[in-house]
C-alpha cells in the first residue's frame, strides 16, 4: 500500500511538474501529495517580490524559495489556505497577492490613467479653445469706409503741414 501511495505521489508530482516549468526544488516537496497540491495551489497566487511578474511557484529567486518554505510550514503547523495566505500578506502588504482584491485601492490604480487621459483632452481642448477666442480677438479689422478713408487722409494730410513760424 505504501509503495502504490508513493508512487502514485511520484507521478502525480511528475505530471504537475511537465505541465509547466515550476521551481520546485526536489528538497521543498511536502510528503503527502495532498499536502503538496495546497500548497502549489498557495503558491501559484502568490507574487515573487523580486520577479513581480511571476509567482512564487515558477521563480528561481532565493526569497521565492524561502516563501515556498514559509508556505509549507504554516501547511504543517495546520494553517488552513486562507489563514496561509493572510500570513503572508500581513508579512509583505496587498502587493504579495497575484490578484488582489478589489478595493478602493485597486480601483483607483485601475482608474488613475483613464482619470489622467480626461485631464489631457480637457486641457487640451481649454487651450484649444483660448487659442480660437485669441484669434477672434486679433483677427484684422474690417476695411475702412469711404467716409473714414477720406478723414484719415484729412488727419494725416494735417499732420504733414509744418507749422509756420
Do not use: H
Amino acid at each position: 500500500m505504501r509503495r502504490r501511495a508513493s508512487i502514485t505521489a511520484f507521478v502525480m508530482l511528475a505530471v504537475m511538474s511537465a505541465t509547466s516549468a515550476l521551481a520546485v526544488e526536489p528538497d521543498e516537496i511536502l510528503p503527502d501529495p495532498a499536502m503538496e497540491a495546497r500548497a502549489r495551489e498557495i503558491s501559484a497566487g502568490l507574487r515573487c517580490l523580486v520577479c513581480q511578474n511571476q509567482s512564487i511557484d515558477d521563480s528561481n529567486a532565493p526569497l521565492a524559495r524561502d516563501l515556498r518554505l514559509l508556505v509549507r510550514e504554516r501547511l504543517q503547523a495546520g494553517d488552513t489556505n486562507a489563514q496561509v495566505v493572510q500570513f503572508v500578506e500581513d508579512r509583505y502588504g496587498e502587493f504579495v497577492l497575484l490578484s488582489p482584491p478589489l478595493s478602493w485601492r485597486t480601483v483607483l490604480l485601475w482608474a488613475a490613467p483613464l482619470f489622467a487621459l480626461i485631464l489631457a483632452v480637457w486641457i487640451s481642448v481649454r487651450a484649444w479653445s483660448r487659442r480660437q477666442s485669441q484669434a477672434v480677438a486679433t483677427a484684422p479689422a474690417a476695411p475702412l469706409s469711404p467716409e473714414e478713408e477720406k478723414k484719415l487722409r484729412e488727419i494725416l494730410s494735417a499732420g504733414d503741414e509744418k507749422p509756420s513760424a
